[in-house]
């Protein structure tokens, strides 16, 4: 019967005889593993930077921007034309089955003011629903009322960048601020999104009812114009049969014919931010894959190591089989030392890898995330490295013939 723990001493006094020999042969491994490990964690910090960016956008979005203006023959790109109306809101609200909430949207950049401090921002007219679409929580005061949507009221909601830079630590529902000079009263401010995708501030915006941006600030070229159509759908299986439905609808609203291209663009937020994340999981593979390689190179450091061992311990095995040990004895002896070897650099490896990580965060400020998997995965693959590249070593030192490696100087 093998005797596990009497090998596995002996492997141990066999690796300390030769430390630097052993250290350096560990070297590979120390460098594979710390490199997946640091290498899947910058991945998947990007990948949960990304998930969080998604989220704080909302979930199930679909944008309708206006047409395209051409003149001269050059087409200025979507957007150019307002075509869109809130009316065309109301209409996909009401008619399309597929859609929870529409809010239309009128825009712009202005100064603000409050006090002595000013503040350059974007101002977004919109109603109630866009808190349901964008998924935005108040961390205080209260949001439009379908009243105050209706008389223009001067209101507004303000985002957490805006507080900071006008405010400071002072509470600024129930203040005025003044917006192009025209005085609006603070009702709420939403709770931190940080930045989209595009690094842009989410919380560097103002919402007032639509109707006010239409009327008091930014004006419009006919009654009822806004500049984007913000939806959400029921759920994802919703989104193609809601924007199926949307095109249908405005198609029908803006009288366009069979041959005649739409003078809208309905585009699915959520399919184009799936797929950066999905873009950034195959980088992370990618990453993780290119760092394994250093892995592999250092399997193939302790094979090479162990095959010098079986030659230079082929006196020890001819006598361990001159008195008594079977086959497996020799074979195991040799897989246990290999995996040792790998497995001491592993966790050697997981520890520089951890603090590699740590080290990337500190300097570069990218955010990355040592999952369980990227421990798990590393610290595997450097035991079945060990297993994999000592098994040819250990095979070769169990055919010795007792009597040549007794004879062998």
């Known amino acids: 019967m093998i005797n596990i723990p009497s090998t596995i001493r002996i492997s141990l006094r066999a690796l300390r005889v030769n430390k630097m020999r052993s250290a350096l042969t560990m070297l590979g491994i120390i460098i594979g593993v710390g490199a997946v490990i640091a290498m899947l964690a910058v991945g998947t910090g990007a990948q949960q930077r990304i998930g969080d960016q998604l989220a704080s956008i909302g979930s199930n979005l679909i944008m309708i ?107 600024p529902v129930g203040q005025v601020i003044r917006i192009k000079n025209v005085p609006f009263t603070v009702i709420g401010v939403l709770d931190v999104k940080g930045q989209d995708p595009r690094g842009q501030d989410q919380d560097d915006i103002i919402y007032v009812p639509v109707t006010t941006a239409q009327k008091r600030l930014f004006g419009t070229t006919f009654p009822g114009m806004v500049r984007l159509i913000m939806v959400k759908a029921k759920g994802p299986d919703d989104l193609p049969a809601a924007e199926r439905q949307i095109t249908e609808l405005l198609r029908q609203r803006h009288r366009i014919g069979q041959k005649q291209d739409d003078d809208f663009t309905v585009r699915n937020l959520t399919s184009m931010m799936q797929a950066a994340e999905q873009s950034t999981k195959v980088m992370t593979l990618l990453l993780g894959a290119i760092a394994s390689v250093s892995l592999l190179v250092g399997g193939i450091g302790i094979m090479n190591i162990m095959l010098v061992s079986v030659t230079e311990r082929t006196r ?38 951890v603090t590699a990580s740590k080290i990337v965060t500190m300097l570069a400020g990218w955010s990355t995330v040592v999952s369980p998997f990227s421990i798990l995965l590393a610290f595997g693959f450097s035991g079945f490295v060990g297993i994999f590249f000592g098994f040819y070593p250990a095979y070769k030192a169990s055919l010795l013939d007792p009597i040549e490696a007794l004879r062998y100087e």
């Open 65 to 171: 921007v206006p047409g395209a203006t051409t003149a001269g023959g050059v087409r200025m790109g979507a957007g150019t034309q307002p075509t869109l109306s809130m009316g065309d809101a109301e209409a996909i609200q009401r008619e399309c089955p597929a859609v929870l909430y529409v809010a239309p949207i009128l825009s712009g950049v202005a100064q603000v003011v409050y006090g002595n401090q000013n503040w350059s921002t974007g101002v977004t007219g919109t109603t109630i629903n866009m808190l349901f679409v964008r998924d935005w929580s108040l961390t205080g005061g209260r949001p439009f009322t379908e009243e105050e949507i209706r008389s223009a009221a001067k209101v507004c909601l303000l985002g957490q960048s805006v507080v900071d830079n006008l405010f400071g630590g002072i509470d």
């Open 316 to 353: 020890e095995i001819g006598i361990r089989m001159a008195i008594g040990a079977k086959t497996w004895d020799i074979r195991l002896q040799f897989i246990i030392e290999a995996l040792i070897l790998s497995l001491i650099g592993g966790v050697v490896g997981l520890i520089a890898g």
